[in-house]
């Protein structure tokens, strides 16, 4: 399966923004797609995950109450909602396709990264 990310940009502290993941191959209901993002000069994080069916998710402690993930899997896509934004979500975001797990290691499928940069 192949992804692609966008839907990054420039935004305020306090904005919102939502980032996309469109898959193609028709495989894609058989994964999880989690997103992960890497800061300037730090290592690349979790920030949250959906199972395959979209029936569970999951997120880092940091962005839990404001992201949520969601998929259309009639659309081969996924969403992350990014709301309250603060300088510190500035990062490359990624969507990945594999296992359900917070483990970067467990998805074998990445997406090129899209650029979130909040201003405050």
């Known amino acids: 399966v192949q992804l692609q990310a966008f839907g990054g940009g420039l935004v305020q502290a306090g904005g919102s923004l939502r980032l996309s993941c469109a898959a193609s191959g028709r495989t894609f209901t058989s994964y999880a797609i989690a997103w992960f993002r890497q800061a300037p000069g730090k290592e690349r994080e979790f920030v949250g995950r959906?199972?395959?069916?979209?029936?569970?998710?999951d997120y880092a402690d940091s962005v839990k109450g404001r992201f949520t993930i969601s998929r259309d899997n009639t659309k081969n896509t996924v969403y992350l909602q990014m709301s309250s934004l603060k300088p510190e979500d500035t990062a490359l975001y990624y969507c990945?396709?594999?296992?359900?797990?917070?483990?970067?290691?467990?998805?074998?499928?990445w997406g090129q990264g899209t650029l979130v940069t909040v201003s405050s």
């Open positions: 990945a396709a594999g296992s359900y797990s917070r483990a970067a290691g467990a998805y074998n499928y």
């Open positions: 959906i199972s395959f069916s979209g029936y569970a998710s």
